[in-house]
């Protein structure tokens, strides 16, 4: 009963618009007035406990540094790097937003920040070749879910501290999935250019062009090696890797591309304090939630109901994959995984299920959330940058949308995806 009466609390108020912080609290709060099973002081000490983590400090350091790299120029030389190799292929830009996306996200770790850094640059470029704009929009909403697959990456960071998994190993599992999906999408896109005409640029880049492209972006180039060296050579934690990239990123934006102002810092700092505000305002309920669930045996409850459907634990998955992709299409990412986290790897730990892939299946599964409406920040992105309707942009992205998830399955059936570089290392 008090779990039915949470749920119903929750969606109620979720129905009607209060936050989802807010909605977790009054959901908690009724249970705690109206049964005997839970206290407001355990409910105020999971609140606290929630947000008192070291590596936690990483998420908004990764949401500060994307953002810096976004206004200092490092993004247009990461899509100029791409353009020259690929740009001259059919639906060659089309390759230059998935691959742009994939090394933005390889600094940034944020979704809606590989959208808005590289869908403001590609989009317009793509319109100009004769793309269509919502297919243009569409792919740039989906490559930048990239942003949350390859480390460093933020809902790694989040899934870590929910679980207490090496963050580091959770990183390593995200190569593999990122590089996989990537080239689905671009393998999908150029069907898709080559059966709707298409093209990419005329012009063919020397060796000569493409050398000085590199040498341009070279400072861009090697933030990822600075960031994940640190972590794998054991010089730095997640967290401690992540400042480090705010100070880089200042370095290079203010004396190596010169691009940046200190009027542009205050402005991101003050964005970045006003969306990391909303995200732990999310994520302390969310983790009080998690105790309050393990307390009343959810995840115990849950392993029972899933081995009673199957022992198969491809089947389990796959259920798991359902519950996540409707989780997805309702809740944000951070809460959908500070929420569930916990549930399933107590539940399916147990039973055999490594968590450092069940961790990596979880934010793959999560990622085609950022363009599944409702709640699709990558698309509400989108379309404010371009003013493409979101029915518009959904349409046009549905191809890639399937094959994510495609991608998803074949990762759940593949374990070894996942684990083969964490076992390696």
């Not at 509400?380 to 399937?402: D, E, N, Q, R």
């Not at 991608?407 to 290392?425: K, S």
């Amino acid at each position: 009963m008090e779990i039915a009466t949470l749920f119903a609390v929750m969606a109620i108020l979720l129905v009607i618009g209060v936050p989802i912080g807010m909605s977790i609290c009054a959901g908690l709060i009724s249970v705690a007035v109206l049964y005997q099973t839970t206290t407001l002081s355990f409910i105020g000490q999971q609140l606290y406990t929630g947000l008192d983590s070291f590596p936690l400090m990483a998420v908004p350091c990764f949401m500060l540094a994307g953002s810096l790299m976004e206004k200092g120029g490092i993004s247009k030389r990461l899509v100029r790097v791409a353009e020259v190799f690929l740009g001259h292929q059919v639906g060659g830009y089309c390759a230059v937003t998935v691959v742009a996306c994939l090394f933005f996200g390889a600094i940034s770790g944020s979704a809606p920040a590989t959208v808005a850094a590289i869908g403001g640059i590609m989009i317009p470029y793509m319109v100009d070749a004769g793309y269509d704009k919502p297919f243009a929009t569409g792919l740039s909403a989906v490559a930048g879910s990239l942003g949350i697959i390859i480390p460093p990456s933020i809902p790694f960071v989040v899934y870590g501290v929910s679980t207490n998994t090496s963050i580091a190993d959770l990183f390593l599992s995200g190569f593999v999935p990122g590089i996989l999906i990537g080239g689905v999408l671009i393998f999908v896109a150029k069907r898709i250019c080559k059966k709707k005409g298409y093209k990419g640029s005329d012009k063919r880049f020397t060796t000569q062009e493409k050398l000085a492209a590199i040498k341009d972006a070279v400072w861009a180039l090697i933030m990822p090696v600075i960031i994940l060296g640190g972590i794998y050579g054991g010089i730095c934690t997640p967290t401690e890797a992540a400042t480090v990239a705010i100070y880089y990123s200042i370095f290079v934006g203010f004396f190596i591309y010169k691009e940046m102002h200190i009027k542009d810092v205050v402005d991101i700092l003050n964005d970045t304090a006003s969306f990391v505000g909303a995200v732990m305002l999310a994520f302390a309920p969310a983790a009080a939630m998690g105790g309050v669930l393990s307390m009343l045996g959810v995840p115990a409850l849950v392993r029972t109901m899933l081995t009673t459907v199957s022992n198969d634990l491809n089947v389990i998955m796959l259920i798991v994959l359902v519950v996540l992709l409707i989780a997805g299409m309702i809740l944000d990412t951070m809460s959908s995984i500070v929420i569930l986290a916990p549930i399933f790897y107590s539940a399916l730990v147990p039973l055999g299920v490594d968590p450092v892939y069940l961790g990596c299946v979880m934010i793959c599964a999560l990622a085609v959330g950022f363009i599944t409406p409702p709640v699709a920040q990558n698309l509400f992105v989108a379309s404010s940058m371009t003013g493409v309707p979101m029915h518009k942009i959904v349409s046009s992205a549905m191809p890639f949308i399937l094959s994510m998830i495609g991608c998803v399955l074949l990762i759940i059936f593949v374990p070894q995806l996942t684990t083969f570089l964490p076992n390696i290392l």
